[in-house]
Nanobody, 124 residues
Framework: QVQLVESGGGLVQAGGSLRLSCAAS????????MGWFRQAPGKEREFVAAISWAGSSPVYTDSVKGRFTISRDNVKKTVSLQMNSLQPEDTAVYYC?????????????????WGQGTQVTVSS
């Protein structure tokens, strides 16, 4: 069992940066792949980024490549999403998720545990 709590969301102007964090509890964190997803108003939840259990092979959706960076610390049981050059279209609720599969996953159905989400709003 893994519990996930996101933090770091907020309001930022276009071009600005935010760093999201996800704190995990549970003994098996280091074996899980971790991912970030987001859901904008009126849209379906979509994949943003994922990282393997070892912290290697990060995967990103095309719209955030070069702007977002996912990382993890298995000792602290945290996963982070550094978001730079934010745009209004990045506005969404961002969710942290954990997958029992060790490799980075892009499909929501591959994830077993989800956080409550944190709001990110980018003003133009």
């Amino acid at each position: 069992q893994v519990q996930l709590v996101e933090s770091g969301g907020g309001l930022v102007q276009a071009g600005g940066s935010l760093r999201l964090s996800c704190a995990a509890s549970g003994r098996a964190f280091s074996g899980y792949a971790m991912g970030w997803f987001r859901q904008a108003p009126g849209k379906e939840r979509e994949f943003v980024a994922a990282i393997s259990w070892a912290g290697s092979s990060p995967v990103y959706t095309d719209s955030v490549k070069g702007r977002f960076t996912i990382s993890r610390d298995n000792v602290k049981k945290t996963v982070s999403l550094q978001m730079n050059s934010l745009q209004p279209e990045d506005t969404a609720v961002y969710y942290c998720a954990a997958s029992i599969y060790g490799s980075a996953r892009t499909y929501q159905t591959d994830y077993n545990y989800w956080g409550q989400g944190t709001q990110v709003t980018v003003s133009s």
